[in-house]
């Protein structure tokens, strides 16, 4: 009787517990609804006016510089840029921080901010942006996965973790034999990327992002085994088993990548799309596929089939009717600066600067030139140096600049300001913003 | 022995379950260690100190501008001050940024701003908005809501939203005669606002602000039934549905007017007071109602009867040993802006200049000089430019400027700053701030 009743008491409180965790659940719910600061998205989606304005933005990767000796001059300043300078008389200028003073973000972050998506909040998983860069369309609930060729030695340990740092060449073709895996209700993508590196996608229901990386990040040792962090990745992490043992087979004979380590398991990113955000119609004209990639993440149409700006500039004229928001991403100002090649640097500005009067003959509502982040030649790297950027429109209030580079955007009209905030300064001077509150 | 095995499965469960919120409430506290920041509300309580300075803040409403045609001057740059190009000799200025970068602001979250409190976290919902606009005294606890008088046909679908805009010499005595509705336990105000609008507070004890409008916001359909959002504004509907039975029938004889919809039902918002946040003993001299009540509603005591500028300065002058903070807010800056009418915003902001010297010779702390937006004369509207503002006291250390406008306040001492920091850089300057942190 004692332990029947101890049980019922016992069974009682913990009922009442758990009754009182789910009220206090709701309230917290309630509270949260009022007492949240509101977000820049859930602002503009309600602010968001429609209207027959189009937007520009031509993002110069990487544009931002530093001089080669002290007192010298950057790539932007040593360019000569009539058309850009022309624009900075007309517009206002300022200084964009691509994440927080001092952090240099990578394509993704970089490109992200510029996109109005505040990137220490959305953030897109290694796997996600690899698969991305390749030009991998992702789809909802898939889960994409880093790969690395590796050697095994005899007792089944990692001997390599990089097979020999083996050629594109070489790994090509095996990886694409790894498409003979077949696992029963599971689509399965292999896709080549460059040297000891290639993609999986996994597609089927039930595939959660969160398992372990199986790259034991030493020799010596065997690779793991895939694990899954949380209940939703379980299928995941037996699947990438799987493939795994079957992978083990086909490569076996090989000398360097006789196995390969699986790392940065994500999903999809979940970002809302520009058409929601803003109430944009966005088009992406870009060269390489992880700007491409970038733009599609973000619900935008990656158009034409351009390979130089001249041609990029082309298909902005073909389609100019057909949207209310152009992306143009020049890819060379960084990959000039990553290579410390500032002569090439200063040519590839100069092209960007000769394409203006094109942009300015289709007479946009904004013109915005930017960059995801500055590339030095100097350091031949990313930098977290914020990125001379120019908006002008027909009520941007211009400020006294009547030229455009490191040294003017700083006491420019914009200040210094995180590039999250340029979409609403783009879509603010196109016209398309409500008041906010009455 | 099923009834026992079943009742152990239960109980097993709920022991599981109990653990696994346990373990989620460590995870949790230990994550708002962590993630929890100190918000500024929280710093200025902590850091508040007090003394015998005063503060004078000077709100030019809708101070900002822009150039009619592009290369010319703004409004502030037009206009002859030579007592505010005085006091920026002595003064730091900078770039006020009313919400976040491309965000126009309403009076609301403009003067929300300004007052130090984050206007995406503080938000004043549209009923109390209009009642505070027409200088309604809420309270604790009451439900304002904006109604339209509207037109019913012979089935009672609505066949004009707003009764053929009546005029407001028609609607008052209108308004008026909803007095008449009694509802036991609940204390109704109605007042007349303009046109077909008018305002209804409920007061009474339970009544939550969240109820959807009853306006369908379309013709040829009745008018939607209060409904709440949740349960804590479940009386508020009732006390709604019997306030409209009772007008239908005090309205029914009138041939446009013969109804009226209910919209932004919304509780007194909840804002700590000055004195609190601050420990400030604050005033506001305006003359409209809506600044007024957007002062009371931080707990600002409203004083004066002034209807000029001039005036203004007289009550500051009377009242100056009664307070520590005065707010004195000037429209015509922004019905001029309003209006398009440049030239007569110039001679507005020489109005202003013109009475600086009264406000000098009463020596206070800090006086600061800005706006709660920028109404732009070329727009005729708010908007999101940046509100140049001056700051001086005797430790503000002046920049090098010597004139106050968009464009020297760009490249001022305060740089570009969000409206909602003016009021520490305000308490700092008057030595009411201590260190934070030892």
Redesign the interface.
């Known amino acids: 009787m004692d332990s029947t009743l101890k049980?019922s008491a016992?069974?009682a409180d913990?009922?009442k517990?758990?009754n009182s965790?789910k009220q206090k659940q709701r309230n917290k719910k309630?509270n949260q609804q009022w007492?949240?600061?509101?977000?820049?998205h859930t602002?503009t989606r309600e602010?968001q006016l429609s209207n027959d304005s189009k937007i520009v933005m031509l993002v110069a990767d990487g544009l931002g510089g530093l001089p080669m000796t002290p007192g010298g001059k950057t790539e932007l300043e040593s360019a000569k840029i009539p058309n850009l300078s022309a624009l900075a008389t007309?517009g206002v200028q300022g200084a964009s921080i691509p994440v927080k003073p001092g952090i240099a973000p990578g394509s993704g972050p970089g490109h992200l901010g510029l996109f109005g998506y505040d990137p220490l909040h959305y953030q897109i998983g290694r796997g996600a942006l690899e698969a991305t860069g390749i030009g991998f369309e992702l789809q909802e609930g898939d889960v994409a996965i880093r790969c690395n060729f590796c050697t095994l030695d005899a007792n089944g340990n990692i001997s390599d973790r990089r097979a020999g740092r083996i050629s594109s060449e070489e790994s090509a073709p095996l990886a694409i034999s790894l498409r003979q895996v077949k696992i029963p209700g599971i689509e399965i993508f292999v896709e080549p990327v460059k040297e000891h590196r290639f993609v999986v996608v996994f597609r089927g229901p039930g595939l959660g992002g969160n398992v372990a990386d199986t790259d034991p990040q030493k020799t010596g040792v065997p690779p793991l085994a895939p694990k899954a962090n949380d209940k939703a990745s379980e299928r995941t992490a037996e699947v990438a088993k799987e493939f795994l043992v079957q992978a083990k087979k086909i490569l076996a004979s090989h000398p360097k990548a006789n196995f390969h380590t699986m790392r940065g398991f994500a999903n999809k990113p979940a970002l809302p799309s520009y058409q929601e955000v803003y109430g944009l119609k966005a088009a992406a004209i870009a060269v390489y596929p992880m700007y491409k990639g970038l733009a599609r993440l973000v619900g935008m149409d990656v158009v034409g089939q351009a390979q130089t700006l001249a041609e990029q500039i082309d298909t902005l004229e073909q389609l100019w009717s057909k949207y209310d928001f152009f992306f143009i991403h020049f890819k060379y100002t960084d990959s000039t600066g990553e290579d410390g090649n500032f002569a090439e640097k200063v040519k590839r500005i100069e092209e960007l600067d000769s394409i203006m009067p094109r942009i300015a003959k289709l007479k946009p509502t904004v013109t915005i030139v930017t960059g995801d982040h500055s590339t030095p030649s100097f350091l031949q790297s990313h930098s977290w140096h914020p990125v001379p950027t120019l908006l002008v429109s027909?009520?941007c209030?211009?400020?006294?600049h009547t030229t455009f580079n490191e040294s003017t955007c700083i006491?420019?009209?914009?200040?210094?300001?995180e590039a999250q905030?340029?979409?609403?300064?783009?879509?603010?001077?196109a016209g398309r913003?409500?008041?906010?509150?009455?």
Chains 1, 2 share one sequence.
């Open positions: 049980g016992c069974l913990l009922v517990f758990a965790v309630h007492e949240n600061t509101m977000d820049m602002l602010l007309l027909d009520c209030r211009p400020d006294p006491t420019g009209g914009l200040g210094h300001f905030y340029l979409m609403t300064l783009a879509m603010a001077n913003l409500g008041k906010y509150g009455a």
